[in-house]
């Protein structure tokens, strides 16, 4: 990953992505045009590892605009970090995001009984967080 693709993701999510999806998903695109989107989602997903708790929502939020159709991601892990740095436990927009992210990645509906912390393959990357 580059410095600047880093600096990029994080001038990204200094931007209020909570308040309007759309509004961050063309400066996203027009950076994984310019770093590829490996370097990106690399950057974003460091973020997820760091110890910067303020950035973590939005690092989330960022991944879920971006959408992950067509784009190479490691589901378990991304489901880790996310479900790790988010607690999405009590019901609030953490655990719809959390949510949203993991049953996307995983194909299953949003309605289903799938349960990311039941998921031998999910729980083995968050045993590796602690």
Known sequence: MTKDARSAVLQLLSQDVAEDDFEIEEPALLAIEQYGWPTIRDAILRVLEDDEADLWEPAARLLWC???SNRAIDANK????VYHRLN??????ASNLAWSIASSLKGVGYLDEYDPFDDPAVRAELDRLV
Request: aromatic residues 8%; contains cysteine.
């Open 66 to 68: 971006i959408g992950f």
């Open 78 to 81: 991304t489901i880790a970090l």
């Open 88 to 93: 999405p436990h009590p019901p609030c927009d």
